[in-house]
T-cell receptor
Framework: KAGVTQTPRYLIKTRGQQVTLSCSPI?????VSWYQQTPGQGLQFLFEYFSETQRNKGNFPGRFSGRQFSNSRSEMNVSTLELGDSALYLCASSLLGRRNTEAFFGQGTRLTVV | AQTVTQSQPEMSVQEAETVTLSCTYD???????LFWYKQPPSRQMILVIR??????QNATENRFSVNFQKAAKSFSLKISDSQLGDAAMYFC???????????????FGTGTRLTIIP
């Protein structure tokens, strides 16, 4: 069974540009979450999607947005990039239900804003 | 709000020895899950072990076991017979169960960098 796939693995963007990151969850997983990891702030929750609907959102500005498609693949978009957006962006997929609480992570997208 | 605290930024252990990583958390909920994730240099977060709060028995997975003290809100990870491949960042994480079908976000600690000394 294929794991969570994130593309691209590495990205370099210029301040002010926008970027789109992609995440393909494990087959059958309908919940997709996004996390930002930085040395200063650690791992922070961005948002979660289930059945194409955003169910939870973390404390990030509106420049950070996402969506989920009918095949459960998800994208996140960051507009008007700032230097502080440089981070590892991790996507995780989950089944739902009491016995399926594990989040399975992709390898991440390393975004560098210059 | 839930918080997770890992007070040991770095730990080291001799190969084949045992090491314990500490984690405390704060929550007013009674139904939740706790996890230990490992993040090696490849950066992929790998689930090591999980504990369901309603279970009193401590979880074990081969060389990995936890000491879950619900009243004290403590969740430590013990790694026995440490191997070079265990070297990584270890994150403790909390997830509230909001319903039979709802999962809430993972709240992570700041991590403990584990070094294995050959």
């Amino acid at each position: 069974k294929a794991g969570v796939t994130q593309t691209p693995r590495y990205l370099i963007k210029t301040r002010g540009q926008q970027v789109t990151l992609s995440c393909s969850p494990i087959s059958g997983h309908r919940s997709v979450s996004w996390y930002q990891q930085t040395p200063g702030q650690g791992l922070q929750f961005l948002f979660e999607y289930f059945s194409e609907t955003q169910r939870n959102k973390g404390n990030f500005p509106g420049r950070f947005s996402g969506r989920q498609f009918s095949n459960s693949r998800s994208e996140m978009n960051v507009s008007t990039l700032e230097l502080g957006d440089s981070a590892l962006y991790l996507c995780a997929s989950s089944l739902l239900g009491r016995r399926n609480t594990e989040a399975f992570f992709g390898q991440g997208t390393r975004l560098t804003v210059v | 709000a839930q918080t997770v605290t890992q007070s040991q930024p770095e730990m080291s252990v001799q190969e084949a020895e045992t090491v314990t990583l500490s984690c405390t958390y704060d929550t007013s909920e009674s139904d939740y899950y706790l996890f230990w994730y490992k993040q090696p240099p490849s950066r992929q977060m790998i689930l090591v072990i999980r504990q369901e709060a309603y279970k009193q028995q401590n979880a074990t997975e081969n060389r990995f076991s936890v000491n879950f003290q619900k009243a004290a809100k403590s969740f430590s990870l013990k790694i026995s017979d440490s191997q070079l491949g265990d070297a990584a960042m270890y994150f403790c994480a909390y997830r509230r169960l909001i319903s039979n079908f709802g999962n809430e976000k993972l709240t992570f600690g700041t991590g403990t960098r584990l070094t294995i000394i050959p």
